[in-house]
Structure formats: structure tokens, C-alpha cells
């Protein structure tokens, strides 16, 4: 294969930016179409620098990949427990679903490192015939000099750094600099829009992880989130996954909470791992990773526009992330197949103008992905003016219930006025139904 | 025409383990394998020369066929042809069956094109050992320049080059007949950073695979692997744990105290006296 | 048949514990004599095996040099029986091709049963090198020697420690079948021997293996280097600095506190990559071995590859602001507590006990 033109420039069919989630899928999807994908990581190698919590939907991997399962992905364990725990300060209150739909394969979700995944991910890529290109970093676009400034290739950080083509997919993740470079969206990251989420792996035997997650083998994993006293009270959520041989642990923070308040992330992670019910979960194991990265929480809110003459934004580039369910690598790669998918046909046609690749958007809206966002699309804001929902309704659900289920010897009419009176103590009883009614609006859309 | 050979050691990245600057841990995410630093300057070095000269530069490396990743690295950075001189046989090797394989086979690339200057790094990362540059330059029976921090002169047509060596005490400036085999500080060139169609050429490069049996070289079985290795790890162990001594905290008997109470440890030790003594 | 010393053929009555003199323009380095004590001890442990066996075992230098007989008779001193002198002009400076080659050939003739040789640049160019010649093996940087029974073996082996992964191990490394068995050490990793200035002992006179025309190489200049003065291996006192310093200015005051113990500034090596201080000041494994009087760390927390450098000073203070830094695990004591308020007190106390010295 020869991506030389004529005149010596290095030319593809497309190119994508980043081997994340996002950009190896759309490689995938074209490069199975016959086009010439270059597919550019500014990574030593896909992953290098990449971290989420975390759980992969197989319904996203399918339908990139159909058959994946046979192509030996790097899982830690299938999700068989989901749910929520809510942390007090000294209790933990936990309300999650296991067996039943969860147990039945072929698995909804699975946990996974991304170290170990995008590798696997882009070689899928790299086997359907992308050329991936790691160790270079896309600063800019070329643009056509006809008036219409239309994208044709990008400039990278290496000297003779130009690459051409007519399509370019940006798939760069939560930093959206090459979006910004494009104005396709007028500002940085709202901090009050995006969390700084920090995770520590910490080593335990499978054995361990079995018996102190309460999973029956190796082939059960647990996925939650946590609320309540995770983060000081302030806007955030953590997270625990169950690794084969380790545990994932970690939280997000809002970046403005961050700052206003002059915390430093360590702390608070380390202070949540200290928790009396966290504690003796990772107990007596060794920290293997400690990382940190950005979320993009902001949403339908904050998307860019995803298109314009020559290039399409997919993934968390696109602020494509549902906060609420920590998901947002399957709208990545979702989103990945519909921007490759609009590519192959703006060849097929010979023309990749702003009005053709406007099609990637019809899809994106036919699809769950903008429907989901735009339902949560309130849901970070909600948060913001709802501090209470992190940390009195936690608080209370664990008094509450930690009072339902013991006897105590009193009369239960008794109980129930107890648990309406800690709940009240805590927040007038006017407001707590508000509170119920706008998170309701948040999370359903009402 | 000008023909360079580097030989390049791929290593897990010791020096390169992060700590992370919130919480003082060690980063351990996947230490991942690395071209030898010092390997890599002697490469730019070469590559550098080949430019001036308008030559050629081979890099040879012995290893598993993950070596191979290093090999295409070094043809992202310049280098003309790269070989992997892999065999179940040669597994094992210390300093002395390593000079041994690379001996051979630089013996065969010399007899297809000559080889006018050989690079090494200064020493291996991983073991810190620095034999087999002077080990490979013994078998050859050529000069050997260590620690070189510059060239300053390549005469091809004398048959002639000068370097600068760094030792302990001074730098020499030492001249030596071609060919010579050079062992090299990271002083001696920078690393570049590789312009795009280098990298797009490394990416599709296949490097060369020597086998004890399969290429131009040939290996004697007692000399290569384990076999060949005159060295035999005994026991492993780790290192005796200290005994500590007194702790003093300065801000419960502040810190005047502290550094009083200290000083007389010291001194019952016959320390202070000592230095003090001379110093007063 | 594959060359080198072949321990069935070459078994000899005399077993000899070799030694390089290093010299440099007629300047010993010391880690010579650390390794003639070395070689002593190493003797010792074999003692009794060789009198069972009716075998000699002696201790033996090597000595290269222009003009540099003076020296052998220092090496008696420090605990040679015998010294091998090759005297010759094409030995006035350092070159690898005309010592390996000479020293190879003194080897064969005589065939040790040990070869030390200090791990110094100069050692280090030559070691690899002359064992490549004698087709044996060589374990370099050790931080242990001992002679020891090994099953399989009539003789007692040298048994080479070194530190592998980075420090988180000890290898103990064997040579069974090759003679001489080789290690090269690094200066100060042993202690300095008694000297005796009555010894006395043998020179034995050899003849180099190379003439100058053969020598490959020629120095056309020596250039002296800045920072080339910078000698803490051997300085009676160290006061080192960490990246607990915060930045450059730190080290100023340590510097006034090395000056008023007359002793020299160390670092570790974040203070070096950070371009804080000079790298010559580097103590650990990638930087020097030193083992002074006395050690005092300043905001060094203390990881392996430090202390790996410095654990066998005589006596060790640790200023840390954190109780639990590892570096208080080598410490004879440790002052908890900000090194910016500890080292401004020990400058007054030590000023005070000085002028109590004088006054005296
Ligand atoms: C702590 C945490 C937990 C999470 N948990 C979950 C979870 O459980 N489930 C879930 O579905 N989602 C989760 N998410 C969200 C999910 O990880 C992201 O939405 C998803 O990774 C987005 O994929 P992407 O391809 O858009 O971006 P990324 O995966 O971030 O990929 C971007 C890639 O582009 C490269 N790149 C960037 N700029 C350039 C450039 N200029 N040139 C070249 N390359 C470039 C990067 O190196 C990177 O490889 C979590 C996120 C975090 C941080
Ligand atoms: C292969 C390899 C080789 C290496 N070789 C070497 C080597 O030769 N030499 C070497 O030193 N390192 C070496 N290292 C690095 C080593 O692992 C450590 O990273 C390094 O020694 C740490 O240096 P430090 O103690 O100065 O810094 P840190 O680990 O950052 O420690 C700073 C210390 O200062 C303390 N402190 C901060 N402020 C104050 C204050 N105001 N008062 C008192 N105390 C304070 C802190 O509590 C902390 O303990 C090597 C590493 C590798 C992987
Ligand atoms: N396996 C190997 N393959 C190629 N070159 C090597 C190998 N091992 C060592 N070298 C070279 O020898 C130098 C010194 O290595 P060492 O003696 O292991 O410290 C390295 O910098 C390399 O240039």
C-alpha cells in the first residue's frame, strides 16, 4: 500500500484522531469498506494514556464487531451485580441487582482495563486494514484554500507532519482542543461541566475479590456507583469495579468544586478508601495503578456542532457521556460506526462537503445516543443545585433503613414517624418532595 | 560508502517508573519496554554521521521477536536495515555468549558491505553492566573508544577518526584507526524526534531474522545461550533489612532539642570529635 | 574445543587471588587497596580447605604502568604477597587494547583463581574486556564477595552478589567452569585495609603483549572538566540533599553545612535530573557509592536506590518532615521534623560545641 500522491504528500482515504474508543471503531468500520484509514494516537500505543472506571456495554461492541467475543477481548469479569451504594458516614446502604437478565450470556456488560482493551480494540482496527499511526499528535487542520475552507488533512507534531485526506474524523476525547481549533464549539471545558475522576487498582487474589464482593467465581464481576459521603458531600460519584485479580476504586469530582474548595484529588480518594465501609474491601491489597481523567459531564449542553465541511467529532470529543450511568464508551463507539459509516458514503459519492456529512448527525439523532443525552441532559445541572441529593439523602436512606430492618422492640408506626422525622431533621419535608419531583425531571425528562 | 552498525538492547523501562506527584506512589501501569537510552544516542550519533557522510546504518539487536518493536524504532530514527538475531538457542546468554552472537553476525554484515564504525551504548540499563561493547570489540579484534561523548573527525580516506572520552577525572580526545567500535554517553547526540514518513516507513518495516541455523551467520552451539554463558545465578534474595536507629520528632521536644539530642549521638559515637577535631 | 581456563585442565597447587592496581599518572586509585582487603578476607574462608589439600593461597596484584614500581611496594602494604609488573611506556596512559591484551597475557601464564578489579571507568572499560579475552565469566558492580561451598564443586567458589531490578533484588552469581572467576566492585562498596608499612613482598616483572605501533589507539589531549573536581567518594562528610529541598536555593544551605564540617555536598538523583546540582554529586546507584564518617540526608525520603549508595556510611543522620520516610530505616538517628528550621539549629550547635572546642 502506497500513501504517496503524485506530488509526495502522504494521503489516506481518511483519517481519524485518536485510537481511543471512538476512533477505532469508525477506523474499523471504514477501513472494512475498503478505505485507506490512517489512524493517528498520540499514545506510545492505544491505551497508553487512557483510564475510565470501568464497564463496556457488549451491545456497542457488537455491533461494531460482530462475533467479538471469538476474537479473545481482554475482559476481567462479565457484570453480574449493578447497582448503587450509599454511603453515611459510618454506614453503607447498598441497592443492587443481581442474576436475572445479568446472568444470562451473553453479557450486557463487562469490566475491563483500558490498558489491556484499546490495544485489543485498535488491533481490530489495524486487522480490518487501518494503518495506525502512534507516537503523533495532531495539532491542526489543513484546510482547502477554495473559499469554503473546507478540512483536507491534518498537520501533527512531527516535522513533515502533513497528512491528506477528504474526511477526517475527530475522536481526540475529552480534550477538545481540535474541536475548539475548528470552532465547531466557542470555549474550553466548563469546569462546572466536567469531573476530574481519579481511580486507584488495587491488587487482591481473585480469591479475595469473590469472597469480599460476595461473587460466587471468577466469571461474576460487580459494577456500582456511590453516592453519599464518597466525596465530602460535594457533587460527585465513586465507583467500584471488580477486576479479575484486583479491584477498581475511584470517584469524580466536579472541576469548579475542585477548585472552590481547594481540594486535592488524593485526599478525597483516599479519604473515601478509608471509609469505614470501603475499608475492609481493599484491605491488605497493593496499589497497582493510580490514575486520573477528565469526564465531560456537561452533555447535550455542551456538545459541539459535529460536523462541518470534511470532518465529524464522535465520542467524549463530542461530550458524548451520560454522567448519571458512566457510560459513554458505548455512545463513542456507536457514534464512531455512524461518523465512519457517513464517511464511506460521502465517498461513494465524491463529496464530503458540511451538507453530506450532516447525515452523521440524522443518524446520531435516530439513534439512542441524542436521545439519551438530551433525557439527562438536565441531570448535571440538577446536581449542581442539588447538592443534598449526594449526601443527606444517602445519610438518611441508611438511618432509615438501618432502622427498618432492626427490631429495636418498638411499634413500627413508631419507626416509620422516626425515619419521616430523620428525614425531615435533615431537610424541611416540603423541600424533599421538590427535591424527589426535579430529580425526577432531571433523570426522566419531565 | 559509509556503513554504520549500532547495536540496540531493548529493556524494561526502569528509570522511567512514575511517581505520582499527589501521592508519592510508584505508577506502576505496565513498565513498559524501551530501546536503551544510551542505545538510542549511539544510534542518533550514527544516523547523524550517515547524513554527513551519505552512508548507511545497520542496527542489530539479540532478543525475542519482541525485539522487533526496538528495530522498527530505530528505522523511525534513521536506521537503513535492522536484524534480530533470535533463536530458543541463544536465550540465556550473559555479557560473554551475547558479545559472542554479536561478534558473528556483525563478522557477516561486515563481509556483505564493511562496516566502518561500530556503536554501542555505554552500558544496558537493565543490568548496568557495560561488557559487551568491550567484549564484542575483543572477539573482533578491534579498537574500542568507551564513554564517547563527541566525534570530532571521521577521514574515511585515512582510515582515521577522533573522540572525545569521558572519564572520572577529564575528557581525552583519542584517535583510533577505522574500524572501531564505540561505547557511547547520551552526551554524544539527541535523540530526534522523527519526521513523519520516517515513522510511516518504520511502521510497514519487517526487520531481518537470523537464526542460529537460517542467515549469513554461523554460531557455534558452545558458545551461544545459557550453554555459552560461563555465569550461573546461584540464588536470589533481597537485600537484609537495616536496623534503625533512634527517631526523633522535633515537634514534640522541638526542634533545638532535637537537633541537641542528635548531635550527642553523634559524638558518643566518636564521630564528631573526629570531624571536628579537624576542622577546628 | 572451547578456550579459556577450563577448570579440569588448569587446577593448579598455588591458588591466586588477583588484584588491579589501578593508576592513573602514578595516582593509586583506592579502591585497590579495598579490594587487596577484599582478596585477604576472601583467602581467609579457603584457609583451611587449601591446608587439608595441601594448596597455597596467596594474594597477588596487577600492575600496568609507566614508571610505577614505587606502587608495588604500596600494594604490599595493603595486603599483597606478589605483585606482577609490567613496566613499560606504552602503559603511560589508560588504553584499553595494550592492558587487556598485557594483562590476559599475564593471566594465562599464571591463571588465578579470582580476578578483582574496581568498577571505576577505568575498570570498567578493561574488565569486560580481559574476560572476553579469557573466555570466562564476569559479574559486575557486586556488593558481596565470599568464598562458599557449592555442591558439585571441590573447591570453594566466589560467590558474587549483586543487585538486580533496580535494587529490589540480590543475584548471587557463580562462575563453576571458567577460571578466573571475575567481579568488578565499586569504590567505597568495601572498607579501606590496614596498611602496614613493613610488608614487603615480590615483584615478578613481565613484558607487555603490545608495542606502541599495535596499540590502535593514541590520545592526542587530556581536557579537564568542570565539576571533574568534585570528589565525594572519598569525603570524610557528606551533607546530602533531596527534592525536599523545593528547588535549587536549598542546597545552599546544605552547602553551609557540608562547609562548616569541612565536608562535601551529595544529592539525590531527582536534585540532578531537575538540573538542581551537578551530577558528579549523585549518591545512589546510578550516582557514587560513598561510605563517609558521617551522612547526613536532608529531605531524601530514602528509596533503594539511594540508599543503595550510602546504607554503609559510619554513621547516618536523617532530617525528614515525614515520620514515616524510609530513609529513617538506615539511619543511626533521625530527626523528625522541616529540614529548613533542623539544619539553621544544627549550624548554630555545631558552631557553639566548635567554638567550646577552641576554647578548650
Ligand atoms: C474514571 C472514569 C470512569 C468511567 N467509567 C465508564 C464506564 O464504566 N462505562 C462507560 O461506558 N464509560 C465510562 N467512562 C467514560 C468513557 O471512558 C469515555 O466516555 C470513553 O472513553 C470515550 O471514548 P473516546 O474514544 O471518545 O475517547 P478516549 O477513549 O479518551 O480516546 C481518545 C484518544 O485520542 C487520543 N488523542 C487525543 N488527542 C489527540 C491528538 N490531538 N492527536 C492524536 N491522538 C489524540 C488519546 O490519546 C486517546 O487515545 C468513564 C470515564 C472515566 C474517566
Ligand atoms: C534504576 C533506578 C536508578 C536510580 N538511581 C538513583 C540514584 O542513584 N540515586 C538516587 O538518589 N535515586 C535514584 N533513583 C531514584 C529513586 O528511586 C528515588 O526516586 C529518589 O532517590 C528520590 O529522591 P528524593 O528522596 O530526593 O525525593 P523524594 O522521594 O521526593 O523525597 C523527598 C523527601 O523530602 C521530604 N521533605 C519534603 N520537604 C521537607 C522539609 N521541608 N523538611 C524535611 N523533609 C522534607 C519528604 O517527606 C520526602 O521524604 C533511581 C531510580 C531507578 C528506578
Ligand atoms: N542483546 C543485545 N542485543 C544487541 N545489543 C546489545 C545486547 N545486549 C547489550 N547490547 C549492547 O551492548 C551495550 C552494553 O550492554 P551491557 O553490557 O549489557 O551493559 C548496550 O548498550 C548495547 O549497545
Avoid at chain 1, 461541566?193 to 486507584?200: E, G, N, R
Avoid at chain 1, 472552590?260 to 488524593?266: A, G
Avoid at chain 2, 575528557?171 to 561505547?183: G, K, M
Wanted: glycine share 10%; aromatic share 8%; net charge negative.
Amino acid at each position: 500500500m502506497n500513501n504517496y500522491d503524485n506530488s509526495g504528500k502522504i494521503t489516506f482515504d481518511a483519517i481519524v484522531i485518536g485510537a481511543g474508543l471512538a476512533g477505532s471503531a469508525a477506523a474499523m468500520i471504514m477501513a472494512r469498506e475498503g478505505l485507506n484509514v490512517a489512524l493517528i494516537e498520540r499514545g506510545n500505543k492505544p491505551g497508553a494514556k487512557n483510564y475510565f472506571g470501568g464497564a463496556i456495554y457488549t451491545h456497542a461492541i457488537e455491533e461494531v464487531l460482530p462475533g467479538f467475543m471469538d476474537l479473545k477481548p481482554p475482559f476481567e469479569r462479565p457484570v453480574t451485580e449493578a447497582g448503587f451504594w450509599f454511603l453515611s458516614k459510618d454506614g453503607m446502604m447498598r441497592a443492587s441487582v443481581q442474576g436475572g437478565k445479568l446472568e444470562k450470556e451473553p453479557y450486557d456488560a463487562y469490566v475491563t482495563l483500558r490498558a489491556a482493551f484499546d490495544p485489543w480494540w485498535a488491533e481490530q482496527a489495524q486487522a480490518a486494514g487501518a494503518f495506525l499511526i502512534p507516537k503523533t499528535t495532531v495539532i491542526d487542520f489543513i484546510r482547502d484554500d477554495d473559499g469554503h475552507g473546507q478540512v483536507i488533512g491534518v498537520v501533527t507534531d512531527r516535522p513533515q507532519g502533513e497528512i491528506y485526506a477528504p474526511v477526517v474524523i475527530i475522536c481526540e476525547g475529552v480534550n477538545n482542543l481540535l474541536t475548539q481549533k475548528l470552532e465547531l464549539i466557542g470555549r474550553d471545558l466548563e469546569p462546572a461541566h466536567t469531573a476530574l475522576a481519579f481511580k486507584q487498582v488495587i491488587s487482591l487474589s481473585p480469591q479475595l475479590v469473590n469472597s469480599r464482593f460476595g461473587l460466587p467465581d471468577n466469571s461474576h464481576g460487580l459494577a456500582v456507583s456511590v453516592v453519599g459521603d464518597v466525596s465530602l458531600g460535594l457533587p460527585g460519584m465513586g465507583f467500584v469495579y471488580t477486576n479479575k485479580g484486583s479491584v477498581s476504586v475511584g470517584l469524580g469530582v466536579m472541576l469548579d468544586v475542585l477548585a472552590e474548595y481547594r481540594l486535592k484529588p488524593y485526599e478525597i480518594l483516599e479519604r473515601y478508601l478509608k471509609h469505614p465501609a470501603i475499608a475492609p474491601l481493599v484491605e491488605g491489597g497493593q496499589l497497582l495503578e493510580y490514575g486520573a481523567h477528565l469526564i465531560p459531564e456537561g452533555g447535550w449542553r455542551d456538545m459541539p456542532d459535529v460536523y462541518t465541511g470534511g470532518v465529524m467529532v464522535a465520542g467524549d470529543a463530542a461530550s458524548m457521556v451520560n454522567a448519571l450511568h458512566w457510560e459513554g464508551t458505548n455512545m463513542a463507539m456507536i457514534a464512531g460506526k455512524l461518523a465512519a459509516e457517513t464517511a464511506i458514503e460521502a465517498h461513494s459519492r465524491g463529496d464530503f462537503s458540511a451538507k453530506t456529512l450532516s447525515r452523521y448527525e440524522d443518524r446520531l439523532r435516530e439513534r439512542f445516543i441524542l436521545q439519551d443525552l438530551r433525557q439527562y441532559r438536565n441531570f448535571s445541572k440538577f446536581l449542581e443545585q442539588h447538592p443534598e441529593f449526594m449526601e443527606v439523602y444517602p445519610a438518611f436512606l441508611n438511618d432509615a433503613l438501618g432502622g427498618f430492618f432492626s427490631a429495636y422492640g418498638k411499634p413500627k408506626r413508631q419507626l416509620f414517624q422516626e425515619i419521616l422525622g430523620a428525614l425531615t431533621d435533615r431537610r424541611g419535608i416540603f423541600k424533599a418532595a421538590g427535591d424527589i419531583v426535579s430529580m425526577g425531571r432531571a433523570v426522566m425528562g419531565w | 560508502m559509509f556503513h554504520a552498525l549500532v547495536a540496540i538492547k531493548q529493556v524494561p523501562d526502569t528509570t522511567n517508573i512514575r511517581i505520582d506527584p499527589d501521592t508519592g506512589n510508584l505508577v506502576r501501569e505496565g513498565v513498559p519496554a524501551i530501546m536503551n537510552p544510551y542505545d538510542a544516542h549511539a544510534l542518533a550519533a550514527a544516523v547523524e554521521l550517515k547524513r554527513k557522510l551519505n552512508g548507511k546504518v545497520t542496527v542489530i539487536s539479540m532478543g525475542p521477536s519482541s525485539f522487533n518493536a526496538t528495530l522498527r524504532e530505530a528505522i523511525e530514527l534513521g536506521a537503513d536495515r535492522g536484524i534480530l538475531l533470535s533463536d530458543r538457542k541463544f536465550a540465556g546468554a550473559d555479557t560473554l555468549a551475547t558479545s559472542y552472537v554479536l561478534a558473528q553476525a556483525i563478522k557477516a554484515i561486515h563481509e556483505e558491505e564493511p562496516v566502518h564504525m561500530l556503536f554501542f551504548g555505554k552500558q544496558a540499563i537493565d543490568g548496568d553492566t557495560a561488557q559487551v561493547g568491550p567484549g564484542v570489540a575483543v572477539r573482533l579484534d578491534l579498537p574500542i573508544v568507551t564513554y564517547v561523548s563527541s566525534i570530532r573527525e571521521v577521514d574515511l580516506e585515512r582510515q582515521k577518526a577522533v573522540f572525545d572520552r569521558r572519564t572520572e577525572r577529564w575528557s581525552e580526545i583519542i584517535e583510533t584507526s577505522l574500524p572501531v567500535l564505540l561505547t557511547c554517553e547520551k552526551e554524544i547526540a539527541p535523540v530526534p524526534f522523527a519526521p513523519l514518513p520516517d515513522l510511516i516507513r518504520s511502521l510497514r518495516y519487517e526487520p531481518e531474522f537470523w537464526s542460529k541455523s537460517d542467515g549469513p551467520a554461523t554460531f557455534d552451539d558452545a558458545y551461544v545461550g545459557s550453554k555459552g554463558s560461563p555465569t550461573i545465578v546461584y540464588k536470589m534474595g533481597t537485600p537484609p533489612l537495616p536496623e534503625a536507629g533512634e527517631k526523633i520528632n522535633s515537634r514534640e521536644v522541638g526542634v533545638d532539642a532535637a537537633v541537641k539530642s542528635a548531635l550527642q549521638q553523634v559524638e558518643a559515637a566518636g564521630v564528631l570529635a573526629e570531624i571536628l577535631g579537624g576542622a577546628v | 574445543m572451547v578456550p579459556g581456563m577450563n577448570i579440569e585442565s588448569n587446577e593448579t597447587n598455588v591458588r591466586r587471588f588477583w588484584v588491579f592496581i589501578e593508576q592513573e599518572g602514578g595516582e593509586v586509585h583506592p579502591v585497590s587497596w579495598e579490594l587487596l582487603g577484599v582478596a585477604r578476607a576472601l583467602v581467609a574462608q579457603v584457609q583451611s580447605e587449601a591446608e587439608e589439600n595441601g594448596e597455597e593461597v596467596v594474594v597477588e596484584g596487577v600492575l600496568l604502568g609507566d614508571d610505577v614500581e614505587h606502587i608495588a611496594k604500596l600494594a604490599f602494604q595493603y595486603g599483597a604477597d606478589r605483585v606482577y609488573l609490567v613496566d613499560d611506556p606504552v602503559f603511560k596512559n589508560y588504553r584499553n587494547c595494550p592492558y587487556y591484551k598485557s594483562i590476559a597475557q599475564v593471566a594465562e601464564k599464571y591463571q588465578p583463581e579470582v580476578f578483582l578489579i574496581g568498577a571505576t571507568t577505568l575498570g570498567r572499560d578493561l574488565a569486560g574486556a580481559v574476560a572476553t579475552a579469557l573466555h570466562t565469566g564476569l559479574t559486575a558492580d557486586c556488593t558481596g564477595l565470599e568464598m562458599g561451598e557449592v555442591k558439585g564443586s571441590r573447591r570453594r567458589l566466589l560467590l558474587a552478589t549483586r543487585p538486580a531490578f533496580g535494587g529490589n533484588i540480590l543475584a548471587t552469581i557463580i562462575c563453576r567452569k571458567y577460571r578466573p572467576q571475575m567481579s568488578s566492585v565499586r569504590p567505597r562498596v568495601f572498607p579501606m585495609p590496614e596498611c602496614n608499612p613493613d610488608a614487603a613482598g615480590e615483584i615478578i616483572r613481565e613484558s607487555p603483549a603490545v608495542q606502541e605501533e599495535n596499540a590502535l589507539a593514541c590520545i592526542l589531549d587530556f581536557i579537564r572538566e568542570k565539576g571533574a573536581d568534585v570528589d565525594i567518594e572519598y569525603a570524610d562528610v557528606i551533607v546530602a540533599g533531596g527534592r525536599g529541598l523545593g528547588n535549587p536555593d536549598g542546597f545552599a544551605l546544605v552547602q553551609e553545612l557540608a562547609e562548616e564540617l569541612g565536608g562535601v555536598v551529595g544529592a539525590s538523583r531527582p536534585c540532578v535530573d531537575l538540573g538542581w546540582i551537578d551530577a558528579a554529586h549523585q549518591v545512589g546507584q546510578t550516582g557514587k557509592t560513598v561510605r563517609p564518617k558521617l551522612y547526613i540526608a536532608a529531605g531524601i525520603s530514602g528509596a533503594l536506590q539511594h540508599k543503595v549508595g550510602m546504607q554503609n556510611s559510619d554513621f547516618i543522620i536523617a532530617i525528614n518532615n515525614d515520620a514515616n520516610a524510609p530513609i529513617f530505616d538506615v539511619a543511626d538517628v533521625g530527626i523528625v521534623g522541616d529540614l529548613f528550621e533542623v539544619i539553621p539549629a544544627m549550624l548554630t550547635a555545631i558552631r557553639g560545641r566548635k567554638e567550646a572546642l577552641a576554647n578548650e
